[in-house]
């Protein structure tokens, strides 16, 4: 590696047994520890001076608000890499920090290599985005990833899954991420993330030849997580002139501009479902630990070919539940792996519904977004994009 690769690093870090092990990252020479203080000051004075290609802060050693002092890091030098870190940080304030532009986080206390895979891969994910951004042939032009959540049984919580999987994929990747919903007659993902828009998925077909990034701009209606939504169509009777071909051809052709569009279809195993089904490259098929859900899952599986290949990921939703199915009795009564559970948190879940707001948001009363970040890994790395790592065993607690 030459000089001219090696990875300049920068710390607010004040723990001792993280300073020995970012010293010990940075031994091979692939990076270089510029300096390590433990006053955002001082750092702040070094990151103007340097412009490091990552900027690794310690949440609990910033004397302000940790969006506050991502926010400055960023302003004395834009083109720096965040990295946070920190020990038993909540979910919020690594949202919150992520918000602000931290583009990876490790929780203390990390084994350097561990740190060291952190560091490169969120420095290389944000070198990608800005190759995306500008169009930069060195990026690949690597289309976006379709995920279709399905399941053959109303109220199951598919709305609730799509809309926290499209915000944990942002969250997490820092990549464009679509959110669109195909129940076009009785959709509920505007009403989750508190969204409006005259605008809807009807749009894509009648303007199925002028997608680009102003058609984006003006007919997506922008979540604060920087998600992109498409709500289901203000009058019921579009659902009935709708063209379910058209549909998935303009769901297509947003590959070229998101990095994900997730999928949120109806149950009934229509025209429009099915078409998506074949498209997606990605199938979050959705079950509760319940015997009527089981048992239409399973009729679904065996209906379709579809179902039945390795695109498909079972998610047990409000797990455990109360009449005692475990991951072992789903498991043998569908045939298939369950790969992602979702806790069964009635109360916190309602009540974030009912405020439209995601299971981040600093306001909603649920542990959850573990769980969706779990989830989220789940389709990051089938997607085999760059930059991105499995999260630290202790944040998968």
């Given amino acids: 590696m030459t000089a001219a690769e090696v990875l300049s690093l ?11 092990a970012m010293r010990a990252a940075t031994a091979d020479g692939q990076m270089t520890l510029l300096g390590c203080v433990d006053k955002l000051e001082s750092l702040l004075a070094i990151v103007a001076e340097r412009h490091p290609g990552v900027v690794l802060i310690d949440l609990t050693s910033a004397e302000s608000e940790p969006a506050a002092a991502v926010r400055a890091v960023l302003a004395a030098s834009p083109e720096s890499c965040v990295v946070v ?6 979910p919020a304030l690594i949202s919150r920090a992520v918000s602000a532009g931290a583009r990876g986080f490790i929780l203390r206390p990390f084994a350097p290599e561990d740190l060291a895979n952190t560091i490169r891969d969120a420095h290389a994910n944000l070198t990608e985005l800005r190759r995306l951004q500008r169009g930069d042939p060195a990026a690949g032009h690597r289309r976006g990833s379709i ?18 999987l499209s915000v944990a994929l942002a969250t997490r990747s820092k990549l464009p991420v679509a959110l669109i919903d195909l129940d076009l007659q009785f959709g509920d993902v505007g009403v989750s993330l508190d969204l409006r828009s005259a605008n809807s998925v009807i749009d894509l077909v009648t303007h199925e030849d002028e997608i680009d990034a102003a058609f984006i701009d003006d007919v997506f209606v922008r979540h604060e997580s920087g998600v992109r939504a498409l709500v289901s169509p203000e009058h019921v ?161």
């Fill in 237 to 397: 009777g579009s659902a009935e002139t709708a063209d379910p071909d058209r549909i998935v051809r303009g769901i297509e052709a947003l590959r070229d501009h998101f990095a994900f569009i997730v999928c949120d279809l109806w149950s009934s195993l229509d025209d429009l479902s099915l078409g998506m089904l074949r498209a997606a490259d990605h199938i979050a098929l959705v079950t509760t630990p319940e015997v009527p859900s089981l048992k239409n899952i399973r009729r679904v599986i065996g209906a379709t070919t579809l179902l039945n290949d390795d695109r498909t990921q079972i998610v047990l939703n409000r797990h455990p539940g109360k009449v005692g199915v475990s991951i072992a009795d789903v498991e043998r009564n569908l045939g298939r792996r369950v790969a992602a559970t979702i806790p069964s948190e009635g109360v916190g879940v309602t009540d974030a519904i009912n405020q439209g707001i995601s299971m981040f948001d600093s306001r909603a009363r649920v542990r959850a977004s573990r769980s969706y970040l779990r989830l989220a890994e789940t389709f990051l790395s089938g997607t085999g994009r760059k930059g991105i790592r499995p999260l630290p065993a202790a944040a998968q607690a």
């Fill in 147 to 164: 995920i279709a959540v399905y399941s053959p049984k109303g109220g199951v919580g598919c709305t609730t899954i799509a809309t926290n």
């Fill in 10 to 20: 920068v710390a607010l870090e004040s723990d001792r047994t993280a300073l020995s």
């Fill in 85 to 90: 870190t920190g020990a038993a940080v909540t």
